[in-house]
């Protein structure tokens, strides 16, 4: 497998770069975060095509129980405020959010949102209603689901693979593993990375500060490595703990973010700016 950059997941530096681009005024957009609606904010901030890569995780709709004591977690640790979307506005909501996402990414650029099934079919609407292009219906596939009476356990996530230009979207096919390396169990590494079911942990922050939902490292840097370059500028316009960013500036590229929810924030910004993965909580 290709070497990225070494890092260790409970401690990192981060190095601030000097931003030489701005938004629609004077202010830089990126290796910023804004504690601001993203629909007004990507339209506050964000120049028309301005963004290599969107990676994102929008709320999901289900009046979902944010400290709920999931996963065996403590609630305490679990930070408060998770913000909802009604599902009779989900629609509406997401052509909103989607309309200046594709404003702002590049005709090369790619977009990546997280969905449970509730309200994948609006996603699917919107997305072609704006002509954005579904790449892939990707699969992440994590280690557990919640405890289920009723019905069978979902333990799955549906990953939209989009973009705005398919002649002009990039793709890097062998940025994790070379063309003829072999995987240990046989046939061909990049083939078997490529396959549209990921299997990858969720992260357990046991005695840590926390969102109550994040994306594993690991999940972020596979799409980075495939849908990106060092340099490029990768946009969260949901990004709850900072994991988009924190990763993307892990992995040599710049970011912008929002988060209107002030706790979680707070939190990300923390994370940016100190250079600290993982927060410990205060007992």
Request: proline letters at 5%; glycine letters at 8%; a positive charge.
């Amino acid at each position: 497998m290709k070497s990225g950059l070494v890092y260790c997941l409970k401690n990192f530096h981060l190095r601030r770069k000097n931003p030489i681009m701005q938004a629609k005024g004077n202010a830089p957009f990126f290796n910023e975060i804004f504690n601001e609606d993203c629909i007004a904010g990507m339209q506050a901030h964000l120049p028309d095509g301005s963004v290599d890569l969107v990676i994102t995780d929008p709320p999901f709709g289900i009046e979902f129980q944010a400290k709920k004591a999931n996963y065996n977690r403590k609630g305490s640790r679990v930070l408060e405020g998770y913000n909802e979307i009604k599902g009779t506005d989900y629609l509406d909501f997401t052509r909103q959010w989607l309309t200046q996402v594709k404003r702002v990414l590049k005709p090369s650029g790619s977009l990546y949102i997280f969905s449970g099934w509730n309200y994948l079919k609006e996603l699917l609407i919107v997305l072609d209603e704006l002509d954005l292009h579904l790449v892939n219906h990707l699969i992440w596939k994590y280690q557990f689901g919640l405890v289920t009476k009723r019905k069978y356990v979902t333990s799955h996530y549906h990953v939209l693979f989009c973009s705005l230009d398919e002649k002009q979207r990039r793709f890097f096919p062998y940025a994790r593993f070379d063309k003829d390396e072999k995987h240990p169990d046989g046939g061909s590494a990049h083939y078997k990375d490529k396959e549209d079911v990921w299997i990858i942990p969720r992260e357990y922050w046991n005695g840590d500060v926390k969102t109550p939902t994040k994306l594993p490292a690991e999940l972020i840097r596979k799409i980075l490595a495939y849908s990106s370059q060092p340099g490029d500028l990768v946009l969260d316009p949901f990004l709850g703990s900072g994991q988009v960013a924190v990763v993307s500036h892990l992995e040599g590229r710049r970011y912008a973010g929002f988060e209107i929810v002030p706790e979680y924030f707070k939190f990300a910004k923390k994370r940016l700016d100190t250079g600290s993965y993982r927060l410990k909580a205060e007992e």
